[in-house]
Each structure stands twice: as structure tokens, then as C-alpha cells.
């Protein structure tokens, strides 16, 4: 089974509206170096289908919904997400892709990396070769 890490953040509530925050090192297992967000995605369009050799990244659905399908060579999980406070964990050298979008959504994305077009596997085979 593939390992999936969801990791919620703190979550201050409060008469006014709710409040969520992350810290580097503290509820992100990673150094972040970027951050980039999703929006606007069209119905029934995908993003991702893809695998990073060195960036792994934590995806949080802001607003709205969407699905995250994972795969580490062995098995596939899709996850929803659409919770706020609700990061999820992705590992270096695990394919991911995004569908299901819902009218609105943003997903925020933080990664350990700066962007390197070098780092994307495109082809599910070479994906494979590389983790088997
Ligand atoms: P891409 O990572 O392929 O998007 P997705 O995986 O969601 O389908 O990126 C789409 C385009 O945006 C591509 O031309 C590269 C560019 N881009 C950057 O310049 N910097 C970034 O940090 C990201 C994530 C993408």
C-alpha cells in the first residue's frame, strides 16, 4: 500500500472565522522554497501526471475540492482533498496527478525545490525504470 501522509494544521478558532498557519521545518517535513497555486482549472480538466526526481511537495486544497492520484510504482491512491487545514505530504519519485476540480477551487502547492524543468519524468515507463 502506498503511504499517504496527511498532515493537518494547527487550527485557531474563533468567533470571527478560523485561522490556519504552517512554519517552515515545523508542519511542512521539508525546507520550503516555493510556493505556486492552482486556480481557475476549467471542468474536467488534470494537472500534474508527472513524477520529480528530487522536489516533493505539500499540497493543500484552500478552497473548493479536488483529487490527488498517487502512484509509487506499485500501487495507485487517489485522495480528496477539501479541507483547509488539511495538507498532503508527496515524496520525491511518487507520479502525481490533480483532477476533479470543483468550480473555484485553489490549491496551494509548497515545494521543497526552486523550479528545475529538469526534474520532471513525463513518461510513466521511465517512472517506472526509476523506482524499480
Ligand atoms: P507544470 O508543473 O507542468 O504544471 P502541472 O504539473 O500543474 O500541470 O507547470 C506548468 C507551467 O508552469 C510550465 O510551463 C512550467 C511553469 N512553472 C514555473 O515556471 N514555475 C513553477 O514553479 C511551476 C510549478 C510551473
Known amino acids: 500500500m502506498l503511504d499517504i501522509?496527511?498532515?493537518?494544521?494547527?487550527k485557531i478558532l474563533d468567533q470571527r472565522g478560523n485561522l490556519s498557519f504552517l512554519e517552515n521545518n515545523s508542519q511542512v517535513p521539508f525546507d520550503i522554497k516555493r510556493v505556486y497555486w492552482i486556480y481557475d482549472v476549467p471542468g474536467g480538466e488534470k494537472r500534474g501526471g508527472h513524477v520529480y526526481k528530487q522536489n516533493q511537495?505539500?499540497?493543500?486544497?484552500?478552497?473548493g475540492s479536488f483529487d490527488v492520484i498517487l502512484h509509487d510504482g506499485k500501487s495507485k491512491n487517489r485522495i480528496s482533498l477539501n479541507?483547509?487545514?488539511?495538507?498532503?505530504?508527496v515524496p520525491n519519485k511518487i507520479w502525481r496527478q490533480m483532477d476533479n476540480f470543483s468550480t473555484n477551487s485553489l490549491a496551494l502547492v509548497l515545494a521543497s525545490t526552486y523550479y528545475d524543468k529538469e526534474d520532471y519524468i513525463y513518461d510513466f515507463d521511465q517512472f517506472l525504470e526509476?523506482?524499480?
Open 83 to 89: 479541507r483547509s487545514y488539511t495538507g498532503l505530504y
Open 130 to 132: 526509476l523506482v524499480q
Open 57 to 63: 511537495e505539500l499540497i493543500v486544497a484552500l478552497s
Open 5 to 10: 501522509k496527511l498532515i493537518d494544521f494547527p
